[in-house]
């Protein structure tokens, strides 16, 4: 097995690593910041973008008749990992929204969302979870109820993240008020201007003080959404109304892999050995402590088993398979990697570790201690590891479902 990238890909990457050396300046970067705290787009970020955008680096991967290059996943990779390691942008074709219209949108809606997203004049957030149903997603009560060539929708969710800044929710309603569970469910592309939408800011525990650039689950907010007979056309439907459980699973699936999942729980390890290596106070001497080093080495193996993880994921994807316990596996692996780095991180660098953005003994700003703080729920969001762990028993061991 050759895990190496081909002389093509290196080439591409090196060509991207160059145009962030050189066009990502500290002034983009507040831009890019500024956005996703809801203050709109500046006009350098939006130059920055459209920079990416002719070098066809944004939705790599989508079929090039909707705009993209034709590439195939692990060039999408390459940009992905390059411009989350620099700003933790999602750039390259992952993320909620395009994966699940190109895997089930008609021809009309890949021809709408998939331009418009590449331009990144479309961009979505994730509308599932409700206050009683998060894990428990089949217990959607948010309905959409179909009048002719309409749905009128009432009802709430809540963590929808990114919501301020979205053009478009990705909405999961119950179309049939009669199904129960994961029957009767359906996707919605609901486009967030649409008049009777409310959203309410939830703050984080990583708002205050606000987590610096580089924190792994650092978003300051998220919110509640409240719809109150919100009407849109039929037109919004992606897929068949009633198969939204199956059309959902599907995304998900597509959006717990790539090179960002990958990062956001291997940065911290790379973090700790850069600042370990450069022996300057506070952890000057650590780096020659056997402790340490036998903890960073075992900690870096493990970053690359999510490595390996995701490169597996990919491959499948690329030669058209389908996840059957794949995705699950690498949504157990590494949020929990990420727990265990950030614990033992803490563990490393003592009080410093506590202290958070503005102390002036902070190390890098606090990164690390609002790492801490954001670890535990990668746990949880996206399918919770419990959950995640049932996938596996299930599709990948044959385990029969589990009674109650
Ligand atoms: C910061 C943040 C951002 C988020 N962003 C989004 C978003 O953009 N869009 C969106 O739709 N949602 C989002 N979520 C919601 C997230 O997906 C849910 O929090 C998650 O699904 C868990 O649901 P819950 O919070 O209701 O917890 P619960 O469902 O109450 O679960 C709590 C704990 O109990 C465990 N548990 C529950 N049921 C079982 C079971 N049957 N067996 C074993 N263990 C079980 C879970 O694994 C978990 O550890 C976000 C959450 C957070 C914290």
Known sequence: MDFAFTEDEERLRAEIKAFIARQLTPEVKAQLIAEREGHGRGPLAAAF??????????????????????????????????????????????????????????????????????????????????????????????????????????????????????????????TDPNSKRQAGLSILLVPMNTPGITIRPLWTIQSDPPAPPKTTYGEPRTNEVFFDNVEVPATCLLGAEGDGWAVAQRGLNLDRVGAWRYLISVMRDEDIVNLIKKDEPPTEGLRQDPRVRDKLAELWTEGQVCRLMTMRSLSLEQRGGRFKYEGSAEKIWAPEHGVRATEAISQILGPYAQLLNGSPHAINNGVFAHNLLGAFQSTVNHGSVQVMRDQVARKGLGMPKQRN
């Open 49 to 174: 973008f459209r920079d990416i955008y002719e070098r066809g680096w944004l939705g790599v991967s989508w079929p090039k008749q909707y705009g993209g290059q034709g590439a195939n996943r692990f060039a999408q990779y390459i940009v992905e990992e390059e411009f989350y390691r620099a700003a933790q942008l999602v750039i390259g074709g992952g993320g909620t929204g395009v994966p699940a219209v190109l895997a089930a949108g008609t021809e009309e809606q890949k021809r709408y969302y998939v331009p418009g997203s590449i331009r990144r004049e479309i961009s979505f957030c994730q509308g599932y979870s409700e206050p009683h149903c998060g894990t428990d997603l089949a217990g959607i009560r948010c309905r959409a109820t179909r009048h002719g060539e309409i749905f009128i929708i009432n009802g709430q969710k809540i963590y929808t993240t990114g919501a301020q800044a979205a053009t478009h929710i990705y909405l999961m309603v119950r």
